[in-house]
């Protein structure tokens, strides 16, 4: 979908509210990270979510999650992930029981 | 124009839709309340969402952390209803297979018990540690309290726990307004923070950076300075090599100095 940079998904922080440089969100996660990372879902409409098989009150609805790929499918590439998303800040991040190997998803409700 | 007979009746009316809104809550409340006890997921699931919208009679028009707020005073006045989210937070906690993908429900609920800031919540709290930041913040702002459990959680040999109660014990010591903690627990605090800068994991050093910004002494600044100069860790990022830890380092060093200029000696 999106390989972030910093600048290419500005189209993923429009819809999420999420400002670069303010210590969270998006390319906070990706700086914490220490490379590209591939967005898999951001914002969803309503419609989107249900025909992606999305919970119900999904946060993606609300404009403020986001899911970045595991591309390796390793642990250790999710592990330092989920270290990035805490380390942007993030208020919710799913364990992998939720959100299983292939991604990390990440919500900034509070902010 | 009103008149003071208006304002009279104006004034009625409001005091009437108070209580009505006190009776509806007053008649929601222990049914809520009990259903968070439930042995069936969805049902305590729709009893916190019940509890939640009879503190909301705008129609969730409320900001998130507002209507958080707003829950925790009417937990200060019904201490049943903290006690029931205490255990509502235990209860998932001890039950991570019942939750689903993307439900906000246990993020919503973290925030819930968060915004209390009741020290009854740190066990609650300390369990949900791996979640982010509504439950690593929910403890720093307990301080002392919350200290002894998540010295605990920073001992365990698991990377996520480890790095969640590192980051919490880091903002625990820099936030503002800063909680009340014993110079024993401070102490107890600097000597774990200034240990994970010699851990293995990356995130666990930098979290241990973040925090020993409170610190302004020689031996902690010496430590940093060291980290500063050696840390082993290399990412090629587009082309480019950068050491986040060093880089990470460096700034906690440029704190420590631009504060505390006598822990340069």
Redesign the interface.
């Given at each position: 979908m999106s390989q972030g940079?910093g600048t290419t998904w500005a189209w993923l922080k429009t819809a999420l509210v999420i400002a670069a440089g303010d210590g969270y969100g998006a390319d906070e996660w990706r700086t914490e990270y220490?490379?590209?990372r591939t967005a898999t879902s951001g914002y969803r409409t309503p419609e989107h979510n249900h025909s992606v098989g999305?919970?119900m009150?999904?946060?993606?609805m609300h404009g403020d999650?986001l899911d970045l790929n595991n591309d390796s499918g390793t642990q250790t590439e999710w592990?330092?992930m989920?270290?990035?998303?805490?380390?942007a800040?993030?208020?919710?991040?799913?364990?992998q029981?939720?959100?299983?190997l292939d991604h990390v998803?990440?919500?900034w409700?509070?902010h | 124009m009103m008149t003071g007979l208006h304002y009279h009746k104006l004034a009625l009316v409001i005091a009437l839709a108070a209580m009505n809104s006190a009776l509806a809550r007053g008649q929601s409340q222990p049914g809520a309340l009990a259903r968070l006890q439930s042995s069936d997921h969805s049902e305590r699931r729709s009893g916190f969402y019940s509890l939640l919208s009879s503190v909301d009679s705008s129609g969730s028009s409320l900001s998130y952390r507002a209507r958080n707020e707003r829950l925790a005073a009417f937990a200060r006045q019904q201490p049943a209803v903290g006690r029931g989210l205490i255990g509502l937070l235990e209860r998932e906690n001890a039950e991570p297979a019942a939750q689903v993908s993307e439900d906000r429900y246990i993020g919503d609920l973290i925030a819930a018990v968060a915004a209390l800031r009741d020290p009854n919540a740190v066990h609650a709290l300390a369990g949900a540690i791996n979640t982010g930041r509504l439950a690593t913040e929910g403890l720093a702002i307990l301080g002392d309290a919350a200290v002894p459990a998540v010295l605990t959680e920073a001992e365990r040999l698991d990377y996520p726990t480890r790095v969640s109660a590192l980051l919490t014990l880091s903002e625990m010591v820099t936030i503002t307004p800063a909680p009340t903690i014993s110079n024993e627990n401070r102490g107890q605090i600097r000597s774990i923070l200034l240990r994970a800068l010699d851990d293995s994991n990356r995130f666990a050093r930098e979290a241990g950076l973040d925090g020993l910004v409170a610190f302004p002494d020689t031996v902690v600044r010496r430590a940093v300075a060291r980290v500063a100069a050696q840390d082993p860790l290399v990412l090629h990022d587009g082309g480019k090599l950068r050491y986040p830890v060093r880089e990470r380092a460096l700034t906690t060093l440029g704190k420590l100095d631009a504060l505390w200029p006598r822990a340069r000696s």
């Open positions: 940079n220490g490379g590209p999305g919970a009150d999904s946060r993606h999650a592990n330092n989920f270290y990035a998303a805490q380390r800040n993030a208020d919710y991040i799913e364990s029981t939720e959100s299983k998803h990440a919500d409700r509070n | -």
